[in-house]
């Protein structure tokens, strides 16, 4: 068994891109040269000395010369090989990596992500950080676009005492691109139950907002962040205007249409009516031009998963990311979610998503739109139905089709499964745009 991922290790570090290859070409060069200088002074002691019978045997005289340059290079190659592989062991004890896995696995990983697209995220709260969870093992080249409308639970105490921007969703996507995630994640979500000033509070949300303190803006707080939890990729707000998000609701009743104005995020899903609109105060705030930036330079933008109304829509109503998704000339995708939102998209369709995001941003905006594929019949006290296509999806768009449930909460999509089908679909689409 050991011998047999020996040979693979030793298979793997001669991949291509691996960056190792080159290093060792140079390696065995050197040797060779030192066994050249060596093989110049033995020749001409080999001449000048003169050596006792035994030294005919010892030096393999008996064979023909090619035959002993044969011999000594397998022996030589043979030591270079058990030096590589002992030396895999002892990195590895030193480094302690996690699973048994061999540092020619890791760096394997690394390589490939390296060469990875640049993919931009676009939205928040729960639906973006499973997303990133899925794309980290593709591409070390993430940039995730979060909204800073968020005004409830902790952020929101946070958001009113400190004056920093809420720092949920950022929390959740810092956990989910940090190395050590499961632990991350733990330690992040972390909520204490007491305390004068604590209680409510969650670790990772505190943890931004003394980096806050320590930095003295909040965008370079992410920054910093990121590098000490030594995350696969960037994070960005889409602006860094202190905005709130309104909504319109309607109801009809007694033949008569009733519209309700309610302000703030965490409220808007309270309210059971069905929302008609949602829109930023102050209205069309300046982006963040790091945001801008990636999106223009991305090779893939990604739009969803996530709630419609309250986390994908205010980073689109902040004018200038919009325009710029318009501009880019990436592949460009709208992640359906797989089952509807109490309070937000109740009864809602795949066309009723779609009308919704050109309802707020207008038409063209993405190209394409993955959907799930696999049917799932919620149990009869679930608050929620699977979003389907029910007519069909405007002509402007082309429909992808996945299996994305997951299966412990097929309310949610699988990180993996939506990874996956996400560059799939990438890569078939690559060869057309080139």
């Known amino acids: 068994m050991r011998w047999g991922r020996s040979v693979s290790d030793l298979y793997k570090w001669m991949l291509p891109g691996m960056r190792v290859k080159r290093w060792l070409l140079l390696l065995l060069a050197g040797v060779a040269a030192i066994g050249l200088g060596l093989a110049y002074i033995l020749r001409d002691i080999y ?3 003169t050596f006792p019978p035994m030294a005919y045997y010892v030096t393999l005289q008996f064979l023909s010369r090619p035959v002993r340059a044969a011999l000594f290079g397998i022996a030589g190659l043979s030591a270079i090989a058990v030096a590589i592989f002992q030396l895999n062991r002892s990195l590895l004890d030193a480094l302690h990596l996690p699973n048994g896995e061999s540092i020619v ?45 968020d005004d409830g639970g902790s952020s929101g105490r946070l958001r009113r005492e400190l004056g920093v921007l809420p720092p949920g969703d950022f929390r959740n996507c810092l956990a989910a691109l940090a ?8 330690l992040f979500q972390y909520r204490f139950a007491a305390g004068a000033g604590l209680d409510g509070h969650s670790f990772g949300n505190l943890f931004i907002a003394a980096m806050v303190g320590i ?40 033949d008569q249409v009733l519209v309700r104005r309610v302000e703030g995020e965490s409220v808007i899903p309270e309210q059971g009516w069905p929302i008609e609109r949602v829109y930023l105060k102050p209205e069309e705030p300046p982006a963040y031009p790091g945001a801008v930036r990636a999106i223009l330079d991305a090779d893939m933008i990604v739009i969803g998963p996530g709630s419609l109304y309250t986390s994908i829509l205010p980073n689109l109503l902040v004018p200038d ?29 795949v066309e009723d998503h779609l009308r919704a995001l050109e309802q707020h941003v207008g038409p063209g905006l993405v190209d394409y739109v993955l959907v799930n594929s696999q049917p799932v019949t919620p149990p009869a006290e679930a608050n929620y139905q699977m979003v389907t296509v029910r007519e069909a999806v405007p002509p402007q768009y082309l429909l992808l089709r996945a299996e994305l449930v997951d299966a412990e909460r097929p309310w949610r999509h699988d990180s993996h499964k939506l990874a996956r089908a996400l560059f799939e679909a990438f890569n078939k689409r690559k060869p057309q745009g080139a």
């Open 47 to 49: 001449q000048t000395w």
């Open 105 to 149: 696995d890791v760096l394997y990983r690394q390589r490939q992500r390296e060469r990875g697209p640049k993919v931009v995220a676009i939205g928040g709260g729960t639906g973006l950080s499973t997303l990133l969870r899925g794309v980290k093992h593709y591409t070390a080249h993430i940039t995730a676009i979060v909204t800073v409308a």
């Open 179 to 186: 190395n050590d995630e499961a632990l991350i994640t733990k």
């Open 215 to 254: 930095t003295g803006n909040f965008e370079r707080a992410i920054i910093e962040s990121g590098k000490v939890l030594a995350i696969q990729g960037q994070i960005m707000p889409s602006t860094l205007e202190n905005v709130t998000l309104y909504a319109d609701l309607r109801m009809a009743q007694n």
């Open 321 to 349: 990311i919009a325009r710029a998704i318009r501009a880019s000339r990436a592949f460009k995708v709208y992640v359906c979610n797989v089952a509807t939102q109490p309070g937000e998209t109740d009864g809602f369709s």
